[in-house]
């Protein structure tokens, strides 16, 4: 199938999203956070009385909504991104584009670096944190206004690159990207050094 063949805004990948980790990341919380919470106020109030329970509460609940919007943003990233479309000889994933008679080559990449929350019982894998994980990359030809192909500095033809990227997405899902975008994109895939030589 080539670039031009695609009908408009046909979906040709669909992220598999985990509904279990994200609801059990919420579960975690509440249990090993929220639970405790209450206990430590019972506590507070029993032995300090109101005081102490007010100050264990605005020390608890503000670190409480540091958690809370931790697991939010996790939970955020393992839903975003969720389709690429083929749409009027574009792949479409959120608000990229890429314009498919453009493409000279694409690569993609993976890694499981961990930029995100390390706390394995609240938050699950701590080596899929909230880096990106997934990525695959266009080189895309460049023209000018005239129409003609640009000039880099060095003389090369000029080209920009237009990144596709997933957080918390293991590498065999980027696999499935690549097998669906393979039969739409003429270029060739190379290694990530490649990319922009």
Same mark, same amino acid.
């Given at each position: ?17 985990? !509904?279990? =980790?994200?609801?059990? %990341?919420? %579960?975690?919380? *509440? ?5 405790? !919470? ?9 032995? *300090? ?5 007010? *100050? ?25 991104? %969720? !389709? ?10 959120? @608000?990229? %584009? ?25 938050? *699950?894998?701590?080596? =899929? ?5 997934? @990525? ?5 030809? @460049?023209?000018?206004?005239?129409? @003609? ?49």
């Amino acid at each position: 199938m080539t670039a031009q063949s695609g009908q408009p805004n046909r979906v040709i990948w669909e992220r598999e999203i985990d !509904t279990d =980790a994200i609801s059990g %990341r919420w %579960r975690k919380l *509440g249990l090993y956070y929220a639970l405790p !919470t209450v206990v430590a106020l019972i506590v507070a109030l029993v032995l *300090g009385g109101v005081g102490a329970m007010l *100050g264990v509460l605005i020390l608890l609940g503000l670190f409480g909504v540091l958690l809370v919007a931790l697991v939010f943003f996790k939970n955020l990233n393992a839903r975003a991104n %969720r !389709t690429i479309a083929l749409n009027d000889g574009h792949l479409v994933l959120g @608000q990229r %584009r890429v314009d498919l008679a453009r493409v000279e080559a694409w690569a993609s990449n993976a890694s499981a670096e961990d930029w995100g929350v390390t706390d394995a019982a609240l938050f *699950g894998n701590p080596m =899929a944190g909230n880096a990106i994980t997934a @990525q695959v990359f266009f080189r895309l030809a @460049q023209y000018d206004d005239s129409g @003609q192909r640009g000039v880099r500095i060095d003389g090369g033809p000029a080209f920009e690159v237009v990144e596709f990227a997933w957080a918390e997405m293991p590498p065999d899902q980027l696999q499935r990207v690549c097998a669906a975008l393979a039969p739409h994109v003429a270029a060739p895939q190379v290694r990530i050094d490649q990319l922009r030589a």
